[in-house]
């Protein structure tokens, strides 16, 4: 049992969560810019990939 069963998220939900998450830090890395500003974005833009991959994974 995970730990999304105990709270009544579904897996869906967790993504959904994910890729927001994603959303704002690749936001806040291009108001940044620069370097540091690209590494956020990026690591945001890995969030979204991730998170989206994750919501169309099959489930067994």
Do not use: E, Q
């Amino acid at each position: 049992m995970g730990v999304n069963a105990l709270f009544g998220k579904t897996n869906t939900t967790t993504s959904n969560y994910i890729i927001g998450l994603g959303a704002l830090v690749t936001g806040a890395g291009k108001l940044i810019g620069g370097k540091l500003g690209s590494g956020i974005t990026g690591f945001g833009v890995a969030h979204i990939i991730l998170g989206t991959l994750d919501k169309y994974r099959h489930r067994w």
